[in-house]
């Protein structure tokens, strides 16, 4: 390797784990953030709505840098914030927004491609340099990264570059111990799918976070490249959640099942 860069941290030898989320205000960042505190992990939590974030510190101890990371001062504090080393980092920030090309503007394609690509660059640029050996960064992604959908032309776009990014910065971070892996849910049941005019099996913000734990705990020689996990479209454990347009699946007899008109 030719670069000069200083290597990772090691890892905390008093055993006192650090985790970051991004999107800490959200449906599913808020789950992980309790999952990883559970998991006795101490928290730097990110978002934009201060009552919110302010609020999830509280109930669990958290210290909290506010704000977008594709701000460079936000991304700034995310880096100061975990100077001491992290070893667990979440990125679980995004809007679900857009329409079919005919219809979408410019400016709502670069709206999508920078609060869902260009911020998990912001977000590892600035605090790879903290990550600690063994530590574990998670990109929280989508299946429509690998099954874009029509009328998310830009989401699906973005997640499929998270993706894309995950692969080579998993290569790049390897040789120095530090593991890259996605998140790859379906559809959740959170407050981005109330705006989907669709219905949808969906997971729960719950099931993600089991994930982010799970992954969180496992020893650093485990190369995990990628969880994709969904809700099923079919039989007893079917979940709806979502609105109930006419696009998408077709589950309009799980829809009448379920009760949904
Ligand atoms: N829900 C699903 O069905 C689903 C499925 C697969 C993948 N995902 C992915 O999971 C991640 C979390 O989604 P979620 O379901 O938890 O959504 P959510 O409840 O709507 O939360 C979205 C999070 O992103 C932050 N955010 C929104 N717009 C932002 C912007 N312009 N700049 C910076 N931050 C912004 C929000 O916080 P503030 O507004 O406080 O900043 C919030 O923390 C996203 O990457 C999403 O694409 C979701």
């Not at 890892?11 to 970051?20: E, M, N, P, Q």
């Not at 099923?232 to 979502?242: H, L, Q, T």
């Amino acid at each position: 390797m030719t670069s000069s860069a200083p290597p990772p941290p090691p890892a905390s030898t008093d055993g006192s784990r650090v985790a970051l989320v991004v999107g800490a205000t959200g449906g599913i960042g808020a789950a992980a953030a309790r999952r990883l505190a559970a998991l006795g992990f101490d928290l730097v939590l990110n978002g934009r709505r201060e009552s919110v974030l302010a609020g999830l510190a509280e109930e669990l101890s958290a210290r909290t840098v506010r704000g977008d990371p594709n701000e460079p001062d936000v991304a700034r504090a995310l880096a100061d914030a975990v100077a001491d080393g992290v070893d667990v980092v979440v990125h679980a920030s995004g809007i679900l927004k857009g329409g079919p090309v005919r219809q979408q503007d410019i400016a709502t394609f670069d709206e999508v491609l920078t609060t869902n690509l260009r911020s998990v660059y912001a977000v590892v640029h600035a605090v790879l340099p903290h990550v600690r050996v063994g530590g574990r960064i998670m990109l929280v992604s989508s299946t429509s990264a690998t099954r874009p959908m029509r009328g998310l032309t830009a989401y699906s776009a973005a997640k499929s570059g998270v993706n894309a990014f995950a692969m080579a910065l998993a290569a790049e971070l390897e040789p120095e111990g530090i593991n890259v892996s996605l998140v790859s849910p379906g559809a959740v049941a959170t407050p981005m799918m109330d705006k989907s005019v669709n219905a949808f099996s969906s997971l729960t913000a719950d099931d993600v976070a089991e994930v982010i734990g799970w992954l969180a705990c496992l020893p650093p020689r485990m190369v995990v490249p990628d969880v994709t996990f969904r809700a099923p479209f079919r039989g007893p454990f079917v979940s709806m959640y979502g609105g109930s347009g006419t696009e998408g699946l077709d589950l309009s007899d799980l829809r009448a099942q379920k009760g949904y008109s």
